[in-house]
């Protein structure tokens, strides 16, 4: 092991026992939000750098220092994606997608990159799926999508799930308020953090969501940005929660939840579980009206929220889950038998739904029934010579020891 080239810190091997737990929850996915109405798109790993840094906002945490970002050999300054949303406003820019519907319903799944320090549920390399809802600039869109992460994770049987909304207003509401809010932490200046000293200057709304215990103190009597939002924001923002209510979404509102990314405005929301420790936020999401226009599209309403695969993961029963196991161990002594098993597996696999192993290490019987044992396969079929003369071949049933002999086309009857 002592030059043994080892994986990266806070990139993760789905290993073959976990590997069955993955497929249960993408294709939960994929299904879950084609029933709402969502295609997925695919877009690339890496893009230009100056589209994270424009979209989510160059004093973030994300842009300032968790980018994996790089000069190639054409001199062009690139990125490994550290979220979607900034990928799918570019594809939907790029491809003109205003002027072929009006709505577009998008879900996607695949790695992001973050350069953070690594923990439980916190990777460098992460698989995040998330949807966006592009075109709609009406509450009942933001009801669907804030609707939908609860549904999933409680269709997926995860309890103890706490779901936080907010509204941080137009641009307007917000400007009135980071003033206000400025105005009162500016008393609190030399009891700050130096990242929230910094933040004072640059983005005060970010103080809101600390997690000093001393700075939190500071922030229970700041100002609440619902009391600073216009008219049509807070008819907006209790249209959204009247939805919510008619269809008993459990949440409660927290005036402090802002999000960490610059995208965002009005509606805001967060999902969390206490099964998962620090990293507690399952998802996350939120409405960015502005986006698309200063990413240089034509003005564009939308909304959507993201999750880690690997926190839901954590959260999740995995016993609830059932294992891939193999339909049918064939086991086969003698160099007849590896030449019948090869053939006979051939034709047991027209019958699509059936997995089937064929040993391939010319194992003696014992190991290979141990082999099957292990992998806990339903049904044996043993070649051996013996059965080929005479064409009587065993199927045992793994499960109740029961076991009979039928000819090679009665076996294949039988697995039909
Ligand atoms: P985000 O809150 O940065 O939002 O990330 C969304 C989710 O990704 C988190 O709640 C968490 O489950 C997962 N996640 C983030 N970082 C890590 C990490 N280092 N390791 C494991 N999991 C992680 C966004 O990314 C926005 N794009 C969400 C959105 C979509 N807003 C509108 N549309």
């Not at 092991?1 to 939960?28: L, P, Q």
Request: hydrophobic letters at 35%.
């Amino acid at each position: 092991m002592k030059d043994c080239i080892k994986n990266i810190k806070g990139t993760k091997d789905v290993s073959f026992e976990e590997s069955y737990i993955w497929h249960y929850i993408e294709n939960y996915i994929n299904s879950f939000f084609q029933r709402y109405g969502y295609s997925e798109v695919r877009t690339p790993t890496f893009e230009n750098t100056e589209l994270f840094i424009r979209s989510i906002g160059g004093d973030t945490d994300i842009v300032s220092k968790e980018m994996y970002s790089w000069i190639d050999q054409g001199k062009n300054t690139l990125t490994l994606r550290p979220e979607f949303t900034a990928s799918i406003a570019r594809y939907f820019i790029q491809n003109q997608l205003h002027k072929k519907n009006p709505m577009h319903k998008i879900y996607y799944v695949g790695s992001s990159f973050r350069r953070e320090r690594p923990q439980k549920g916190r990777l460098r390399e992460f698989k995040q799926f998330g949807i966006e809802a592009i075109g709609s600039q009406f509450p009942e869109q933001d009801a669907e999508i804030i609707a939908m992460a609860y549904n999933f994770y409680q269709e997926l049987g995860i309890s103890n799930l706490k779901l936080e909304l907010n509204s941080i207003g137009s641009k307007e509401s917000r400007a009135e308020y980071r003033s206000v809010l400025k105005t009162y932490l500016q008393k609190y200046k030399n009891d700050l953090s130096e990242t929230s000293k910094k933040r004072l200057e640059i983005n005060p709304l970010r103080i809101l969501d600390t997690k000093i215990d001393f700075e939190k103190d500071i922030i229970k009597n700041a100002p609440k940005i619902i009391d600073y939002l216009n008219k049509d924001d807070k008819k907006y923002f209790s249209s959204t929660l009247d939805l919510l209510d008619s269809i008993k979404v459990p949440y409660s509102v927290n005036d402090y939840l802002v999000r960490g990314l610059d995208y965002y405005s009005q509606t805001v929301f967060e999902i969390q579980s206490n099964l998962l420790g620090s990293q507690n936020a399952l998802c996350g999401g939120g409405r960015y009206d502005y986006l698309i226009e200063e990413l240089g599209g034509k003005s564009t309403p939308a909304i959507g929220f993201a999750a880690g695969l690997e926190r839901l993961i954590l959260a999740i029963d995995i016993d609830n889950i059932l294992k891939i196991v193999p339909d049918i161990y064939m086991i086969s002594i003698g160099d007849d038998a590896i030449q019948h098993s090869f053939k006979i597996a051939h034709q047991l696999r027209e019958n699509k739904k059936l997995n089937i192993v064929n040993d391939s290490l010319r194992r003696n019987m014992k190991a290979q029934m141990k082999d099957a044992n292990r992998l806990q396969a339903k049904y044996v079929i043993i070649i051996g010579e013996e059965e080929i003369a005479s064409n009587q071949f065993i199927v045992k049933n793994m499960n109740s020891g029961d076991q009979k002999k039928l000819s090679i086309d009665k076996v294949i009857e039988h697995f039909k």
